[in-house]
């Protein structure tokens, strides 16, 4: 009897750390679709840390996951470029910041975009995919409030041959 209460206890307190784990310190996340490559592929997981802005700001060039604005229910990920107060634009498919062109190493497909200057609001951030011809981010559905940031995406964990930081 005393074993299969020992068995019952250890259960319901891994449980529990699970759900406190996953409800407040980090979650799992799957890539579905290609906004995101060359970082990110469709199927990989990613670690995306909950406490990342509990303890400080979302930063530029930040790969995080939101409540998808047009739709609470979906979850995106998408990196931040500009924070509140920034304004920013596109030529030609190059990205500026206050008025100075962002190196985007990561970007392999910038399209030939124009997009006017938008001064992104008090407690909002402006996403764009990196994939910039296939993503459907700030440019459509505008900036994203800080609030719908659920996490900053830190690790890919699946699959193995993918394991790496993101940057």
């Not at 990110?40 to 979302?58: D, N, P």
């Not at 190196?103 to 909002?124: F, H, S, W």
Request: charged share 25%; hydrophobic share 45%; proline share 6%.
């Amino acid at each position: 009897m005393d074993t299969v209460r020992d068995l019952v206890e250890t259960v319901l307190i891994a449980a529990l750390i699970a759900l406190v784990i996953r409800g407040f310190i980090f979650e799992p996340f799957l890539v579905d679709g290609p906004s995101m490559e060359p970082t990110l592929f469709t199927g990989e997981w990613l670690f995306v840390s909950k406490i990342a802005y509990r303890f400080g700001e979302v930063k530029r060039g930040d790969v995080i996951v939101f409540r998808y604005p047009l739709n609470p229910s979906k979850d995106y990920v998408k990196r931040c470029v500009a924070v509140a107060g920034d304004t920013v634009e596109l030529r030609l498919g190059r990205l500026y910041v206050n008025g100075q062109l962002v190196e985007e190493p990561q970007i392999r497909y910038p399209g030939l975009y124009n997009m006017k200057a938008v001064t992104v609001p008090d407690g909002c951030v402006f996403v764009l995919g990196d994939h910039r011809t296939n993503s459907e981010d700030s440019r459509y559905f505008g900036p994203v409030n800080v609030r719908d940031i659920k996490g900053k995406a830190e690790f890919i964990l699946w699959p193995l041959k993918s394991v790496r930081r993101v940057k």
